[in-house]
């Protein structure tokens, strides 16, 4: 499947309308200037793409969601995933004295499942509502069996 970018504003109004930042997860415009220049140092952008929202704890635990890709570093090291591969996401909660602390989005394509770990709050339902709806628009290019 070609990869390919997705409208930034809906990616962005997707993220306004199901999300809201939280203390390290923020649309990319609200993060302070050093993360913005870190994170744009760690990802190369291809033309057209635009950074969304990102995830900026420190150097080596991060992630930047474009419309293209979400490409992160933790201490499994460096990863990405095309938005136009996904075909599906799940959340897991770990879960101390009955409250959620952080979660884990496992992102599944066609020949792989891995995922990244987010701080718990309003925040993941903007990213996850991104990439389900990234997902919708992957599955819905597959082709069928008869094909």
Same mark, same amino acid.
């Given at each position: 499947m070609n990869n390919h970018l997705f409208d930034p504003e809906i990616v962005l109004n997707i993220w306004r309308? +199901? #999300?809201?930042?939280?203390?390290?997860? +923020?649309?990319f #415009? &609200?993060?302070? @200037?050093e993360a913005k220049e870190y994170l744009l140092q760690q990802v190369s952008l291809i033309n057209g793409e635009v950074p969304i929202v990102a995830y900026?704890?420190?150097?080596?635990?991060?992630?930047?969601?474009? &419309?293209?890709?979400?490409?992160w570093c933790d201490d499994q090291g460096e990863d990405e995933v095309f938005l136009s591969e996904?075909?599906?996401?799940?959340?897991?909660? @770990?879960? %101390?004295? #009955?409250?959620?602390?952080?979660?884990?989005?496992d992102i599944t394509t066609s020949t792989r499942?891995? #995922?990244?770990?987010?701080?718990?709050?309003?925040?993941?339902?903007?990213?996850? %509502?991104?990439?389900?709806w990234a997902s919708s628009r992957t599955i819905s290019k597959l082709p069928t069996q008869s094909e």
């Amino acid at each position: 499947m070609n990869n390919h970018l997705f409208d930034p504003e809906i990616v962005l109004n997707i993220w306004r309308r +199901k #999300g809201a930042d939280s203390q390290y997860l +923020k649309a990319f #415009g &609200n993060l302070p @200037s050093e993360a913005k220049e870190y994170l744009l140092q760690q990802v190369s952008l291809i033309n057209g793409e635009v950074p969304i929202v990102a995830y900026w704890f420190n150097d080596t635990d991060w992630f930047l969601l474009t &419309n293209y890709r979400l490409s992160w570093c933790d201490d499994q090291g460096e990863d990405e995933v095309f938005l136009s591969e996904i075909t599906q996401t799940e959340t897991r909660f @770990s879960v %101390s004295n #009955g409250h959620p602390l952080f979660f884990r989005l496992d992102i599944t394509t066609s020949t792989r499942t891995t #995922g990244v770990f987010l701080e718990f709050g309003t925040a993941y339902s903007g990213l996850s %509502s991104i990439l389900l709806w990234a997902s919708s628009r992957t599955i819905s290019k597959l082709p069928t069996q008869s094909e």
